[in-house]
């Protein structure tokens, strides 16, 4: 059963940085595509950013130039660095294989003033 497990959410003040983990498990890793969405509170999921199989990247405008997706294949995981963050970046976040139902339980990313 495929499975995406994620870690490294948690509080931080404004301006500060922390890198989320999903691995996942039961797939061949190194031939998806994955994404990192969040939810605010009251509002819709958003997709965050999106790496391809050979590493392609892409990102919403409102964390570019903040926020890394990167990749392990090695280690099934994909990571999120996100530096400069901002009170607008508070909310659950989430990573899912592109193109399938299958998502992470979700980490929690509070940033404080």
């Known amino acids: 059963q495929v499975q995406l497990v994620e870690s490294g959410g948690g509080l931080v003040q404004a301006g500060g940085s922390l890198r989320l983990s999903c691995r996942v498990s039961?797939?061949?890793?190194?031939?998806?595509?994955m994404g990192w969405y969040r939810q605010a509170p009251g509002k819709q999921r958003e997709l965050v950013a999106s790496?391809?199989?050979?590493?392609?990247?892409n990102y919403t405008d409102s964390v570019k130039g903040r926020f890394t997706i990167s990749r392990d294949n090695a280690k099934n995981t994909v990571y999120l660095q996100m530096d400069s963050l901002n009170r607008e970046d508070t909310a659950v976040y989430y990573c899912?294989?592109?193109?399938?139902?299958?998502w992470g339980q979700g980490t929690q990313v509070t940033v404080s003033s």
């Open positions: 899912k294989i592109v193109g399938t139902p299958y």
């Open positions: 039961a797939i061949t890793f190194r031939f998806i595509d």
């Open positions: 790496i391809t199989s050979i590493g392609n990247t």
